[in-house]
């Protein structure tokens, strides 16, 4: 395990592209030539190697870069990727008109709409207001389970099913 003085005296042999200080628990200190010093976590997701960068040293103390260390494994014994964790984070944090399902739908048929005939677009906002905001509308996407969504999908499925047997008794 390092030690502050370590990470604060470690250098990186001008011959070579970086040099690595080992801590514990997959975590290193990655150092350049030019002096720069980053905390990164490696760990393994479905047997593929990955990393995930913890921030710059001395920003981000030894201490700090054991407890985001501790954050992300817990992550990962938890069944989420750290890293795609940090990505919806990020976006989540991009995001200022809202995060419900239908603000986001809505968002998404209004840059869609345009390259859709008038027919097309009709229908698919029919669709969205009769189908799927009455079920998952108003909940926030972040607390939407894929099954949930999965269900919801099944439940239009099955009612178009029913009504394309209905069309198909009245023709017969």
């Known amino acids: 395990m390092l030690t502050e003085a370590e990470c604060k005296n470690a250098i990186c042999p001008p011959d070579k592209k970086q040099a690595r200080f080992a801590d514990s628990e997959g975590m290193y200190l990655q150092v350049s030539p030019a002096g720069s010093k980053r905390w990164f976590l490696k760990y393994r997701v479905g047997g593929k190697e990955k990393q995930l960068a913890l921030g710059s040293y001395p920003d981000v103390s030894l201490k700090s870069a054991r407890l985001a260390r501790d954050a992300a494994k817990l992550q990962k014994a938890e069944g989420y990727d750290p890293v ?44 969205l207001e009769r189908d799927l905001f009455p079920w998952i509308g108003e909940r926030r996407m972040i607390d939407i389970h894929s099954m949930e969504l999965l269900a919801t999908l099944q439940k239009v499925t099955d009612a178009a099913s029913n009504v394309q047997a209905v069309a198909g008794m009245r023709g017969a």
Do not use: C, I, N
């Open 84 to 127: 795609q964790v940090r990505k919806v984070e990020k976006l989540k944090a991009g995001r200022t008109e809202g995060d419900t399902f239908k603000v986001v739908a809505l968002e998404w048929y209004k840059k869609q709409a345009p390259g859709w005939s008038e027919s097309h677009a009709g229908r698919m906002l029919r669709q």
